[in-house]
């Protein structure tokens, strides 16, 4: 099973960009699908990002489409969430998932593999 460590959460201004990432370990990352989730307080865990290693397709929900990006190096073993004109509805803790799959998977379940995840707040 892959681990997964995400770093790069913090506080930024409405309109500011962050860049997360997902560091794996301790599995054949390549071969693994990937996604991005967030959680805000009180609220249930919604999809943010998929990606699909064999086919490089990506899937986004709606509220970010345009502004977030998902993308991965598999030569690091690392998969990245860029994230632009954050707004302050985007304030969550945001969590990478992996899957040993190919495909785009779009729910939290469909995913196996969890990191601990990361805060990102944005302020107005």
């Known amino acids: 099973q892959v681990q997964l460590v995400e770093s790069g959460g913090g506080l930024v201004q409405a309109g500011g960009s962050l860049r997360l990432s997902c560091a794996a370990s301790?599995?054949?990352?390549?071969?693994?699908?990937m996604g991005w989730f967030r959680q805000a307080p009180g609220k249930e865990r919604e999809f943010v990002a998929a990606?699909?290693?064999?086919?490089?397709?990506?899937s986004y929900a709606d509220s970010v489409k345009g502004r977030f990006t998902i993308s991965r190096d598999n030569a690091k073993s690392m998969a990245y969430l860029q994230m632009n004109s954050l707004k302050p509805e985007d304030t969550a803790v945001y969590y990478c998932?992996?899957?040993?799959?190919?495909?785009?998977?779009?729910?939290?379940?469909?995913?196996?593999?969890w990191g601990q995840g990361t805060q990102v707040t944005v302020s107005p």
């Open positions: 998932a992996a899957r040993p799959d190919f495909g785009v998977f779009t729910r939290a379940y469909e995913y196996g593999n």
């Open positions: 990606h699909s290693w064999k086919d490089d397709r990506t």
């Open positions: 301790g599995g054949p990352f390549q071969r693994y699908a």
